[in-house]
C-alpha cells in the first residue's frame, strides 16, 4: 500500500490551455462581470472611463470593480492581498483576463471614487437580493392548495425593504471605514523651513 501521491512538477501534463475551462458555469464571478458590464459607469460617477489621447493607458474601472467586488464578496479587504490575488486565484486571473495592477492603484482607484462605490454597491446588493442569491430556498408548487404560513422572515413591506436598504448601506459605509484604516491616506512630509540668506560683510 502507498499514499496518493502527486504528479512531478516539472512533468508535462495535458492541463486545459483556457482558463475559462477553470471556472464553472455557476461560478460567482461570472455574475460579477456580467453585473459590470451591465452598468453605466460614466454615469455612476468613476472617473477616468473615456482613456485619455495621450500618455501611459490605464486600467479600466470597470476591472478594477470587478476586484473590488469580488474582494467584498469573499472578505479580501487589504489592496496588498487583492494584489496577491490577481496572481494566485484562478478565478481573479479569469475575471481579470490575467491583468495584476498593484496594491497602490487598487487602493487609489477606491479613493478617487468612494462616493461611485457606494451607489454601484448597493444597486449590487439589490440585484442578488431579487435574483435570490442569498442561499435561500425556492419551493414552486402548481395546481396545489395549502395552508399559507407567512413567516416574518419570508415577507417584505415597505417598511422592511426600507430597513434592509439602510442596513445593507451601513454594511458598505462600515465596509469602507475599515478599507480606510487598513489603508490609510498618505501624508506629505513636512518641509523644513529654509534658513534666511544672510549678506556676509566683508572682512
Not at 56 to 72: E, F, M, Q
Request: charged share 35%.
Amino acid at each position: 500500500m502507498h499514499h496518493i501521491e502527486g504528479c512531478e512538477r516539472d512533468q508535462s501534463q495535458l492541463l486545459p490551455v483556457r482558463v475559462d475551462d477553470y471556472v464553472h458555469a455557476d461560478n460567482p464571478v461570472r455574475f460579477i462581470d456580467a453585473f459590470v458590464d451591465g452598468l453605466d459607469l460614466a454615469a455612476a460617477g468613476f472617473g477616468r472611463v473615456q482613456p485619455k489621447e495621450t500618455g501611459r493607458p490605464g486600467y479600466d474601472p470597470a476591472d478594477l470593480l470587478r476586484l473590488y467586488i469580488y474582494g467584498y464578496l469573499n472578505r479580501v479587504r487589504s489592496s496588498r492581498r487583492l494584489e496577491a490575488e490577481t496572481h494566485r486565484n484562478l478565478e481573479v486571473i479569469w475575471l481579470l483576463r490575467g491583468l495584476r495592477p498593484d496594491f497602490k492603484t487598487i487602493a487609489d482607484f477606491r479613493r478617487d471614487n468612494r462616493a461611485a462605490f457606494k451607489a454601484v454597491f448597493r444597486q449590487f446588493v439589490l440585484l442578488c437580493r431579487k435574483l435570490d442569491l442569498y442561499g435561500r430556498e425556492l419551493v414552486a408548487v402548481d395546481g396545489t392548495r395549502l395552508k399559507a404560513v407567512n413567516s416574518r422572515d419570508r415577507n417584505f413591506t415597505r417598511e422592511k425593504l426600507a430597513k434592509f436598504l439602510r442596513d445593507a448601506e451601513e454594511r458598505w459605509a462600515d465596509y469602507l471605514e475599515r478599507l480606510d484604516v487598513r489603508m490609510p491616506r498618505r501624508v506629505r512630509p513636512a518641509v523644513p523651513a529654509r534658513r534666511p540668506w544672510r549678506r556676509r560683510s566683508p572682512a
